[in-house]
């Protein structure tokens, strides 16, 4: 079971883990080598993947009866997706890559953890065709994600949309680098948000992503969700595939989580991780009706760790957690996301509802993990 300062119930892993068995985890990895981890002993397995040989029918990148005219914003935002590539060695020893966005008009760059993660030089060529040597300033696998930088300035910035706004339905473009083909854009919506699809490694990791089926392939990994203003509401990372192509389901780390992992990095070269140091489960239909809720959403507290910002605030087993600062979080991921864009020292407020009654919890100071006495659990 994971620690992520808010744990799941096993039962409930299972359960998604049962339900995921039906489908390939792809996350966008090496063009000449593949690794993959099985989830469990059926067929699902989390696969790194960027370029591949990938065999796939050809499918519409838009539904039909499209609203949309897409030119102003592809034409806005490709210069700001740069194709990234590995070399590990010699030109025999290995070959990965993906996409990446640029961030800032000095060569700040985000793309996926994995993508960067086997070692090796990387370079960042740009639209224009001109490589650069980048430099990997940090990483973080517990959100797939990385900062790199190379040395040049004037280069297009994208700008960070507030991902808590965007909406199911919403019109996106997916632009990366398929295939090791440059400046590709496709279209779709947004089709869910909050998705945990178990396929990150580590007892931390941070798992809340906007569900689209615009379509990515293996090599977009690290590439740009944005929506028709040109913003960068997330970074593609996965998609859900049978057949290791796409086949409707692709997922993008949320812009929020993004903007403050890429701030840390900056700041600190490493991620400084807020916990609240609870035991949780999505309210489901049982829950509800033992607590008397009107509806069936928010995060169940089943458990309080020891000396944990959850414990100092006064928050209770059998709250549910509503709200922090404001934001909705109707489900585990949405709680582990918003908490995951704190760092520690930060204060926060919690809605909860407690016998019924809804009350705020105000002041609540985050702690890091080392700070929590998980070992006492």
Do not use: C
Not at 17 to 36: C, D, P, R, W, Y
Not at 101 to 114: E, L
Not at 308 to 336: M, Y
Request: proline share 3%; aromatic share 6%; glycine share 10%.
């Amino acid at each position: 079971m994971k620690k992520l300062g808010m744990d799941f119930n096993p039962a409930g892993i299972a359960l998604t883990l049962a339900i995921n068995a039906v489908f390939t985890l792809i996350l966008f990895h090496n063009f000449e080598k593949s690794h993959t981890a099985h989830l469990d002993q059926q067929r699902a397995s989390a696969q790194f993947t960027n370029y591949t040989n990938i065999p796939m029918e050809a499918k519409p990148s838009v539904p039909f009866g499209m609203p949309q005219d897409f030119v102003a914003t592809a034409n806005q935002v490709t210069s700001a997706v740069a194709n990234i590539s590995v070399r590990s060695g010699s030109a025999l020893e290995g070959y990965s890559g993906g996409s990446g966005v640029i961030i800032s008009h000095n060569g700040y760059i985000i793309t996926n953890n994995h993508v960067v993660a086997g070692g090796g030089k990387v370079a960042v060529t740009l639209t224009n065709k001109r490589t650069y040597p980048a430099k990997v300033v940090g990483t973080d696998p517990t959100t797939d994600l990385a900062l790199l930088k190379i040395e040049e300035t004037g280069l297009s910035a994208m700008r960070y949309a507030n991902s808590d706004d965007i909406n199911v339905g919403e019109w996106v473009l997916a632009v990366g680098n398929p295939f090791n083909l440059s400046s590709t854009v496709t279209a779709g919506i947004i089709s869910a948000k909050g998705r945990n699809i178990n396929i990150l490694p580590g007892m931390y990791s941070i798992e809340s992503f906007i569900q689209t089926d615009a379509v990515v392939n293996p090599g977009n990994s690290g590439g740009a969700l944005v929506n028709m203003a040109g913003e960068l509401v997330g970074i593609n990372s996965a998609i859900m595939s049978e057949s290791g192509g796409y086949e409707g389901y692709s997922f993008a780390i949320p812009s929020n989580l993004v903007k403050k992992v890429m701030n840390d990095l900056k700041e600190f070269g490493k991620v400084h991780r807020a916990m609240l140091g609870i035991t949780i489960l999505d309210v489901n239909n049982e829950i509800a009706t033992d607590l008397g809720l009107s509806i069936v959403e928010g995060v169940f507290v089943r458990d309080v760790v020891q000396a944990s910002s959850a414990e100092s605030a006064g928050l209770r087993v059998n709250d549910v957690i509503i709200s922090v600062n404001g934001t909705k979080t109707r489900t585990s991921p949405e709680l582990q996301e918003q908490v995951a864009r704190y760092r520690p020292g930060d204060t926060v407020s919690l809605d909860v509802i407690r016998n019924n009654k809804t009350l705020r919890l105000n002041d609540v100071v985050l702690k890091q993990k080392e700070d929590t006495n998980f070992g006492n659990r």
